[in-house]
């Protein structure tokens, strides 16, 4: 018997603290080993792209399948033994929600201490789930936001300034955010460099989120070139899906054997002393997707709300 779970439920089955508790422990059993995973791959159609990626927990013995096209977003949960339909989750708002919540676990093991300042370029839908898991991650004061449109600017420090409560204000420039910023977002669909790390501070994290493909390009090389530290969700995936960084190791500022996947972090710490200068790739993996979405599912029986439930598929 599976169970149908839609977007609605979902907000209301899980919070932002809740996912940073998620993905948290998801990459500590990622380095125990209770993970395994298989990275996104794309299948064009006429019109549209289906991609795809996988993941499967030891402890709870399920496989997620994560397949989205157009407006198409699901997860399907099987049990790893019988081979049987758990769950089909929408993922319309949890994709969105584990990702932010990805770079808020970043954030929490990456960035300087005492980190005030956050930067944000590009202020749209993914962008407010970024600041809203780096304020509950880090003791953020001021928030800055640089993007092409004052309309947006301005439409997304109301929106957020009541989610989040600190500093806002908007930037006339990305440098003048890259000055200012401790830790810097940047959630973008940019298909060429729009931050070029030239005001950057000595101590930061920069966090890239949208450049999860090998035609999108979010930050430059240069910016590359002078971080001393790289970290990202998921080492096979970014080999294929990082346009930054295939980018940078494809030019020799970079070597994928000193990128450093986040669980390792996670389960061992930051070197010490901390490197100044970090850069965080997420690349949206589908050990996240298992974890908010197990967590949903679980929720969702123990409160024992309505569900479509169908039989056989």
Request: positive net charge; glycine residues 6%.
């Amino acid at each position: 018997m599976a169970l149908i779970i839609s977007e609605p439920q979902t907000r209301k089955l899980i919070d932002m603290p809740t996912a940073l508790k998620c993905l948290d422990k998801m990459f500590h059993d990622r380095a125990a080993g209770k993970v395994r995973s298989v990275p996104r791959r794309r299948l064009k159609g006429s019109e549209k792209q289906l991609n795809m990626m996988a993941a499967w927990h030891a402890d709870y013995d399920l496989i997620c399948l994560r397949s989205y096209a157009g407006e198409a977003n699901t997860i399907t949960l099987y049990n790893g033994r019988s081979g049987g339909i758990q769950a089909i989750i929408d993922m319309s708002y949890l994709s969105s929600l584990r990702t932010g919540a990805a770079t808020g676990v970043a954030a929490k093991y990456l960035a300087p201490s005492n980190a005030k300042t956050l930067g944000v370029i590009g202020p749209g839908w993914q962008a407010t789930f970024q600041v809203e898991a780096i304020a509950h991650a880090c003791p953020i004061e001021r928030v800055v936001v640089w993007g092409r449109t004052p309309k947006r600017r301005k439409a997304f420090i109301k929106q957020m300034s009541k989610i989040v409560k600190a500093d806002w204000r908007e930037v006339s420039s990305v440098s003048e955010a890259e000055a200012e910023a401790d830790i810097l977002v940047v959630s973008t669909d940019a298909a060429t460099p729009i931050v070029h790390g030239a005001r950057l501070k000595e101590d930061v994290l920069v966090a890239s989120i949208g450049a999860n493909a090998a035609v999108k390009h979010e930050v430059s090389i240069d910016l590359i070139r002078h971080m001393n530290y790289i970290v990202t969700d998921d080492l096979p995936t970014a080999r294929i899906d990082s346009g930054d960084l295939m980018a940078a190791c494809e030019f020799g500022i970079l070597r994928w054997d000193s990128i450093v996947p986040l669980e390792k972090i996670v389960a061992g710490g930051v070197p010490q002393p901390r490197p100044k200068r970090i850069f965080f790739q997420s690349n949206g993996i589908a050990d996240e997707d298992l974890a908010v979405g197990r967590y949903v599912l679980e929720q969702a029986k123990r409160k024992k709300i309505k569900m479509r439930r169908v039989a056989e598929i």
